[in-house]
């Protein structure tokens, strides 16, 4: 049951859950990541911009800088959370100015995605 305002809506487990009763139980991934990469498939790899330009605030008005990205997308093994399963890539991003050999931002994280699950 669900209240909104003066009124109540029933529900089922079946609208509210795609993954059913049981949440706790892993299913079995497939090992091969990039088959099951979906839409992230594309962006596995190493990337490179070296066009990049930066127009942030100094003391006095607008200052500009370019910059050369280096962004590498490496495929994951499948992760499970009870009856979900991810694909996906870490990435690792260095941004380095024009120039100068000391980078001014260094980022690492996941794309994850998961197969919509309908019954």
Not at 5 to 16: A, D, K, L, P
Not at 33 to 50: H, K
């Amino acid at each position: 049951m669900v209240r909104t305002g003066e009124e109540t809506i029933s529900v089922s487990v079946t609208e509210m859950d795609p993954y059913g009763a049981d949440i706790y139980t892993e299913v079995d991934g497939d090992p091969d990541t990039m088959a099951n990469l979906g839409p992230l498939r594309p962006m596995a790899g190493g990337w490179q911009g070296i066009r990049g330009a930066d127009e942030h605030p100094v003391d006095v008005g607008t200052e500009d800088s370019a910059f050369i990205e280096h962004y590498e997308l490496t495929p994951i093994d499948f992760q499970t959370n009870g009856p979900q399963i991810f694909y996906g890539l870490r990435y690792h991003t260095n941004i380095r100015e024009v120039g100068l050999p000391a980078m001014f931002h260094d980022q690492v994280g996941y794309w994850l995605w998961s197969r919509s699950r309908t019954r």
